[in-house]
């Protein structure tokens, strides 16, 4: 698998067999943030991002080569097991020294599949794709999913939100209208009603898809914002509503 073949990758065939018998510890894990759109959470998507991270050169240890030479971004420090005289004892203690393996930086290439339904602080993970470390297991790549603000959507758990604008005329008489859903499909609404300010409507199973289930959604919820006529526009109609208008 993917962790195996990095422990070989970094160290060899000795490590592989250490890291299979719980012998090697494994590193931390590297954190990223990725920016996905809510277009993208919706639909799902498959992109390539790099990153960047040290990786050992195996067979550059002591080794004066041209290809060992461009190996010289430091590596982590290792933990090494000396003797330390106290008092009339002599204990064994962990400390830190300089590796003697040598390092350069690479850009390495992800697949990254973002699901349906993702959220923003869901995470998707590469086993072992981290930063080598003399003597242990490479740690994991983290990518972190962070989310842009919609011009139309508003996501709230699996909900969808949208605002409405909608005329007084088309409040008192009622409208008609459409908006074009992230998968393109075109979603009409309306109503023959009176619509009051802040009004809302609910549109079930047009929200977000849950995350394992594409199939289940969640609904979509229409809030409706009436905008009142200039007083202007007004003008030449006063006298008519004011006989007419209900109380």
């Not at 510890?25 to 390539?48: H, P, Q």
């Not at 697949?111 to 998707?124: F, L, R």
């Not at 590469?126 to 790549?141: N, W, Y």
């Not at 977000?208 to 594409?214: I, L, S």
């Amino acid at each position: 698998d993917d962790e195996r073949r990095a422990v070989y990758d970094s160290s060899g065939f000795r490590m592989l067999e250490d890291a299979k018998n719980g012998k090697v510890e494994k590193a931390g894990a590297m954190w990223f943030d990725i920016t996905v759109t809510l277009d993208k959470l919706y639909n799902g998507e498959e992109f390539t991002t790099d990153i960047q991270r040290k990786i050992i050169c195996r067979g550059c240890r002591d080794v004066d080569t041209p290809r060992c030479r461009a190996c010289n971004a430091g590596c982590a420090k290792e933990i090494e097991l000396r003797n330390v005289k106290m008092g009339p004892m002599v204990m064994q203690q962990q400390v830190e020294v300089p590796s003697k393996e040598r390092c350069r930086m690479e850009t390495k290439k992800l697949n990254v599949e973002v699901q349906q339904g993702m959220a923003p602080g869901d995470t998707v993970t590469f086993k072992a794709m981290g930063e080598h470390q003399p003597r242990k297991i490479p740690g994991d790549v983290v990518l972190k999913i962070k989310d842009v603000k919609h011009d139309v959507f508003r996501r709230e758990g699996n909900d969808l939100h949208v605002d409405v604008d909608i005329s007084l005329k088309e409040a008192l008489l009622g409208f008609e209208r459409s908006i074009t859903h992230m998968d393109g499909r075109r979603i009409v609404f309306g109503t023959q009603s009176v619509t009051r300010p802040g009004g809302i409507m609910r549109i079930e199973g047009e929200g977000m898809p849950h995350r394992g289930d594409p199939t289940q959604h969640g609904h979509l919820y229409l809030r409706y914002r009436v905008v009142m006529p200039e007083a202007s526009a007004l003008d030449r109609h006063r006298e008519w509503l004011r006989a007419n208008f209900p109380e």
